[in-house]
């Protein structure tokens, strides 16, 4: 045992510097003088070290001191070697720990009296010692092991020379996790009885140190896996969202599984129209193998993993239905030959929550898609069908406004213009109708050109000459002669044009101002509309562009209009490959401005069909 005693610090110092000493070479005379001084000095220690009670019991307190500050497992094991080593004076420490998952004992630390690591290969200890400390729960000393009956026929005794020995257990809670276990080679006589209940009661408060680090350890490492797996399930989260293609949410949902289990296969079922599984996505060029009996027990809505325990030379695969609101609407399964682990398994139901979610938002979207694609095709037949009967009616009132078949009257003339402006309405409606429709299908036929923007302005102006004329506004155009030509469909920006100026003429009172200007901007050329009208309200600015959205206000209800014509024209500037937007102040006017390409890029090319 050591202690603080300057008569000890000086021995230890005396060790020390013979230990150096030794190591050199010396005459055989000098090294037996030696190794006899060596003996004696460690009589004299151990007389020193049969101090009274009161000094062992400060060593104790002091070397404890140090524990319970580390939370580091290797440190706090560290400091445990070196304080036995310490209050023990023993050659040699070792430290070992009952491993929780195996029982086995392992070696966790090992240190001399030099406060050297000791290498595995060094570990000459007692395991008759150290097992029968396990079994009795009790420590050991022997002054010689060679000649204590309970050890000296063992074969690690003899075979390692071993002498004095000291093992006591680690007991923590009442359980024993491991064992301290000290010695000295050379020397009997080392520990006595006092030494063993000293190392004893270390023994008790290094295990609490040892097991709070291992708990801490413990913690940590799951506080890190959660993080871990977290981190991993944002990912996977972040990756389903972003798709809302169905083929491409139960492969990634497939990839993904095949990733949080490390399973060497994936497939995910989804549910068919009838309600009946079938394998949507599984590894590239393989035909699925039987999974009837999972897609069975998918069906239940039950979501707890399933099993199907692997046969000879086939995998083990594990199921999980992929459930929203009660219902299973798929199933995620992944094979391993050696099963999947029950931590994989509840990671693989988190999967699955995810994904569920992910290929109903899938599913809604391609049902969504057909609706609005079986509305677009309603719109179209619908449209074409009474676009026929609309040409008659026009032509044939034309004809009887003419006088074609006979005089009429004036009374006559005024009903047959209100039937001519009807007629109208009804054809602007289901020309806007038909090319929504068109658009939205793709099938919208674009004739691209390049062409100079002020013609197109000026035939715009002089078909609603007479419009504005009516109103007394004035219509003001400022277009530079160097305006480079745009490449668009010159009809469309006629039918863009109509539109933002036929509002601009609606929505401005008698005798305001309209103004047309175009300027080159970013390698494009912005064209704007500028009037002197009511305005557009913020509240109003937010649905501007939306189907069928008209202002509640009473200036635009006095109007006619289907509230089609800037969703018709947005639709139209974009497919051209420009921008839209406005700016309006309610009271003062708005300006309605679009972008349209000046260059041939091949994003163009693409609604040329
Ligand atoms: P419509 O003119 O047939 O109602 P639009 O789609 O062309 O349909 O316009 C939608 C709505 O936007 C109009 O009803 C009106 O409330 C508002 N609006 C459009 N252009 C202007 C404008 N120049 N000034 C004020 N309000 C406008």
């Given at each position: 045992?050591?202690?603080?005693?300057?008569?000890?610090?000086?021995?230890?110092?005396?060790?020390?510097?013979?230990?150096?000493?030794?190591?050199?070479?010396?005459?055989?005379?000098?090294?037996?003088?030696?190794?006899?001084?060596?003996?004696?000095?460690?009589?004299?220690?151990?007389?020193?070290?049969?101090?009274?009670?009161?000094?062992?019991?400060?060593?104790?307190?002091?070397?404890?001191?140090?524990?319970?500050?580390?939370?580091?497992?290797?440190?706090?094991?560290?400091?445990?070697?070196?304080?036995?080593?310490?209050?023990?004076?023993?050659?040699?420490?070792?430290?070992?720990?009952?491993?929780?998952?195996?029982?086995?004992?392992?070696?966790?630390?090992?240190?001399?009296?030099?406060?050297?690591?000791?290498?595995?290969?060094?570990?000459?200890?007692?395991?008759?010692?150290?097992?029968?400390?396990?079994?009795s729960g009790q420590g050991i000393v022997t002054t010689n092991a060679q000649n204590d009956p309970r050890f000296a026929g063992q074969e690690s005794v003899i075979f390692y020379a071993l002498r004095s020995v000291m093992c006591a257990p680690l007991r923590a809670r009442g359980n024993i996790i491991g064992v301290i276990y000290v010695d000295n080679r050379a020397q009997a006589g080392i520990f006595g009885d006092e030494d063993l209940k000293l190392l004893n009661a270390f023994a008790g408060q290094a295990a609490v140190a040892i097991e709070n680090a291992q708990l801490y350890t413990q913690t940590d490492r799951a506080l890190a896996d959660r993080v871990a797996e977290l981190e991993t399930l944002s990912r996977i989260d972040q990756d389903l969202n972003a798709q809302l293609d169905?083929?491409?949410?139960?492969?990634?949902?497939?990839?993904?599984?095949?990733?949080?289990?490390?399973?060497?296969?994936?497939?995910?079922?989804?549910?068919?129209d009838e309600g009946e599984l079938y394998i949507a996505a599984s590894p590239p060029g393989e035909t699925p193998p039987e999974l009837e009996p999972l897609l069975t027990a998918a069906n239940q809505a039950d979501p707890v993993p399933r099993q199907l325990t692997a046969s000879q030379g086939t995998p083990a695969y594990c199921m999980v239905p992929l459930i929203h609101n009660r219902q299973t609407i798929g199933a995620v399964i992944v094979a391993h030959p050696q099963g999947i682990r029950e931590s994989a398994q509840q990671f693989l139901k988190r999967l699955a929550d995810r994904a569920?979610?992910?290929?109903?938002?899938?599913?809604?979207?391609?049902?969504?898609?057909?609706?609005?694609?079986?509305?677009?095709?309603f719109v179209s037949i619908v449209t074409h069908e009474l676009r026929i009967p609309l040409t008659s009616i026009k032509g044939y009132n034309d004809l009887i406004r003419q006088g074609v078949v006979g005089e009429i009257n004036e009374q006559q003339a005024n009903f047959l213009d209100v039937i001519g402006s009807n007629v109208e309405r009804m054809s602007r409606l289901i020309s806007d109708l038909s090319d929504i429709s068109r658009i939205e299908r793709g099938k919208l036929r674009l004739e691209f050109a390049h062409f100079p923007l002020h013609e197109r302005v000026e035939e715009t102006i002089n078909s609603l000459r007479h419009k504005l004329e009516e109103k007394s506004q004035t219509i003001t155009t400022e277009i530079p002669p160097?305006?480079?030509?745009?490449?668009?469909?010159?009809?469309?920006?006629?039918?863009?044009?109509?539109?933002?100026?036929s509002n601009a003429w609606k929505y401005t009172p008698q005798g305001g101002k309209i103004h047309i200007r175009a300027y080159p901007e970013n390698g494009?050329?912005?064209?704007?509309?500028?009037?002197?009208?009511?305005?557009?309200?913020?509240?109003?600015?937010?649905?501007?562009?939306?189907?069928?959205?008209?202002?509640?206000?009473?200036?635009?209800?006095e109007q006619t209009g289907w509230g089609l014509g800037l969703n018709v024209t947005r639709r139209l500037v974009e497919v051209m490959g420009g921008e839209i937007g406005f700016e309006s102040k309610l009271g003062e006017g708005s300006t309605f401005w679009f972008t349209l390409p000046t260059s041939t890029p091949s994003a163009h090319q693409a609604h040329e069909d």
């Open positions: 045992m050591n202690s603080t005693t300057p008569q000890l610090s000086a021995l230890e110092e005396l060790q020390k510097a013979l230990n150096l000493l030794e190591k050199q070479t010396l005459p055989m005379p000098t090294r037996a003088s030696l190794s006899t001084a060596k003996r004696h000095l460690q009589q004299l220690r151990n007389a020193l070290q049969r101090d009274p009670e009161a000094s062992r019991l400060a060593a104790l307190y002091r070397v404890s001191q140090s524990l319970g500050v580390s939370l580091d497992l290797d440190e706090v094991l560290t400091q445990v070697m070196d304080a036995v080593i310490q209050l023990t004076g023993a050659e040699r420490g070792f430290l070992m720990l009952i491993e929780r998952e195996s029982g086995e004992l392992s070696l966790r630390a090992a240190r001399n009296i030099q406060q050297e690591n000791l290498q595995q290969e060094d570990m000459k200890v007692s395991r008759t010692v150290i097992q029968s400390v396990i079994e169905l083929d491409r949410v139960v492969e990634l949902t497939r990839q993904w599984a095949i990733r949080v289990t490390q399973a060497t296969r994936g497939w995910v079922a989804v549910c068919d569920a979610a992910a290929v109903q938002n899938a599913r809604l979207y391609e049902a969504v898609e057909a609706a609005n694609e079986a509305k677009s095709q160097s305006l480079p030509k745009v490449y668009a469909d010159p009809s469309r920006v006629v039918q863009v044009l109509t539109n933002l100026v494009k050329v912005r064209i704007e509309v500028r009037d002197t009208g009511i305005g557009i309200s913020e509240e109003d600015q937010a649905r501007l562009f939306t189907q069928f959205f008209r202002s509640e206000s009473p200036a635009v209800r």
